[in-house]
């Protein structure tokens, strides 16, 4: 499966952005869909996760209340929904996907085996 993001941008303090990674080649709906982000300088952390079933969720805490994950069978598509952004979410943000049957959303990157290229999000204050 090869994923692309899109979505990413320029916005300011407070604003709202929705990000969408696009599943092709096959059916992302057997896997764990997940995002991550990757800051300046920093290592890349997980955001948010999504199980196979679409009802299990994952939140780091810096995402917990503001951002929503959610996908779309019918078009291979996970969503990512962020709201009242702050600069600190400044950030590459890639969409990472595994078959793998884990038992919980992992949220260590190597857990995972296919990535996008990441989509930029950049907000300022």
């Known amino acids: 499966v090869q994923l692309v993001e899109s979505g990413g941008g320029v916005v300011q303090a407070g604003d709202s952005l929705r990000l969408s990674c696009v599943a092709s080649?096959?059916?992302?709906?057997?896997?764990?869909m997940s995002w991550f982000r990757q800051a300046p300088g920093k290592e890349r952390e997980f955001v948010a996760g999504?199980?196979?079933?679409?009802?299990?969720?994952y939140y780091a805490d810096s995402a917990s209340g503001r951002f929503t994950i959610s996908r779309v069978y019918a078009e291979n598509t996970v969503h990512l929904q962020m709201t009242t952004l702050k600069s600190e979410d400044t950030a590459v943000y890639y969409c990472?996907?595994?078959?793998?049957?884990?038992?919980?959303?992992?949220?260590?990157?190597?857990?995972?085996?296919?990535w996008g290229q990441g989509t930029l999000v950049t907000v300022s204050s």
């Open positions: 080649g096959s059916t992302s709906n057997n896997y764990i």
């Open positions: 999504i199980d196979r079933t679409g009802v299990r969720k």
């Open positions: 990472a996907s595994t078959i793998r049957p884990y038992g919980r959303i992992p949220i260590t990157s190597t857990m995972y085996d296919r």
